[in-house]
């Protein structure tokens, strides 16, 4: 290229970036404008560079995202594919910033999944045609199945979990043990799923397949999640010493990776650790210790604090001042339970000094029915934790036949 073409070249190139800049800077103030100007920059960069690429791409993410902005679906995604078909002509981390860029304004602002699905099916379809972008791909479709089962899209999910399956597969249909980190991906999700349906049976399957990648496998990222499940599936089974193992264990993994569950599933492993009667508290380990003043987490620990001191009435009144707590399902789900444990401690507490006791002091202490006294009285008569009887003609507790170590 001569001087003159450099200098003419030079000139066009400072009036598509200074266009470019100014709507940049109506992006938010004026978003209208701020189209009319992307477009014009477009425009001028075709006219004057021809196939050269200088502002468009960026300029095309940013007509994208104005036009979702602005209500005007069909002309977002006629730009979407012009600026996916530039794809192979800018480097690997243009192309990835630009489409999550536009996936990101999509999931936020979209009023309608079809929308969404749309974007989606459009970036899947565009990356299956280019070289090298086999991870963008596994990626994104990653990113819809999550989006999906958000939604509680299972059928969905399931149908493209299956389709990423297949690509980490060998021709004689077993998993590709050199796709390990995919494969747990893929679990890890499926996990997820499995236990927001209840699907006891797939998740025995899965907790096979995933010990054994694991073993081999140390991604945060996944392992977090597949731990989680993991604990709610022994949870459920009433193996609450193994569901604190696997909660905790998740709990430092969500912290290695800095997500935002990690003080969720700390208040698991408090839960867990009540039910498992630990005496050792969670708090104490060092990777916790630093979220026992963070307000998300307060509640858990008063509620930690009202079980080792046996305090029924507070418990009760933490749960009833914080209602975030039961907003939780798995929470919801067990503080029954914690109260019964709870109510548990506090009985054979109180009634440790007497050899007879009534039944309605018991109740009032507890701040429960005489009815629901007797039933854990004989619970716990039953599984000697205390040795005594029930006079229900007399409405008392008979402890005299116990001895000091009895209870």
Not at 289 to 299: L, N, R, S, T
């Amino acid at each position: 290229m001569d001087e003159g073409d450099d200098g003419e070249g030079g000139d066009a190139k400072i009036q598509i970036e200074n266009t470019f800049y100014m709507a940049d800077d109506n992006r938010r103030g004026s978003p209208r404008e701020a189209l009319e100007q992307f477009e014009q920059c477009i425009e001028l960069e075709k006219r004057e560079m021809g196939d050269e690429l200088f502002m468009r791409f960026k300029a095309l993410e940013h007509v994208v995202t104005l036009h979702l902005a602005l209500g005007n679906p069909e002309d977002m995604l006629a730009r979407y594919r012009e600026l996916l078909s530039y794809a192979d002509r800018v480097t690997r981390n243009e192309v990835s910033e630009s489409i999550n860029a536009v996936l990101n304004a999509v999931s936020d602002s979209a009023k309608d999944f079809e929308t969404v699905r749309s974007i989606y099916t459009v970036t899947l379809d565009a990356l299956k045609d280019l070289q090298g972008q086999d991870r963008m791909w596994f990626d994104i479709s990653m990113r819809l199945c999550k989006t999906m089962m958000d939604r509680k899209d299972f059928d969905g999910c399931g149908t493209l979990l299956e389709s990423l399956h297949n690509t980490c597969r060998l021709p004689d249909g077993s998993d590709d043990p050199a796709k390990g980190g995919q494969l747990l991906e893929i679990y890890a999700v499926e996990t997820l799923m499995q236990s927001m349906q209840n699907n006891f049976g797939r998740l025995k399957e899965l907790f096979q397949r995933t010990s054994i990648l694991s073993s081999e496998i140390t991604d945060p990222r996944s392992m977090s999640i597949i731990r989680e499940v993991w604990g709610k599936m022994y949870a459920a089974q009433g193996d609450w010493k193994s569901a604190y193992t696997e909660f905790f264990d998740s709990f430092i993994q969500y912290q290695e990776i800095g997500s935002p569950k990690a003080k969720q599933c700390l208040k698991y492993v408090v839960i867990a650790n009540m039910l498992s009667g630990g005496k050792s508290n969670p708090f104490d380990a060092q990777e916790a210790k630093v979220y026992q003043q963070d307000p998300a987490i307060d509640a858990i620990v008063q509620l930690r604090m009202a079980y080792e001191d046996n305090d029924v009435r507070l418990f009760q009144k933490i749960v009833d001042r914080n209602p975030d707590l039961t907003r939780d399902e798995f929470i919801k789900t067990h503080l029954d339970a914690l109260f019964n444990r709870v109510r548990s401690e506090a009985l054979v507490n109180l009634v440790r000094p007497y050899k007879r006791i009534r039944i309605s002091f018991i109740a009032k202490f507890l701040n429960i029915s005489d009815d629901d006294v007797e039933k854990m009285l004989l619970s716990l008569i039953l599984d000697e934790t205390i040795t005594g009887r029930v006079d229900q003609v007399n409405g008392l507790l008979d402890l005299s036949l116990a001895t000091d170590e009895s209870i």
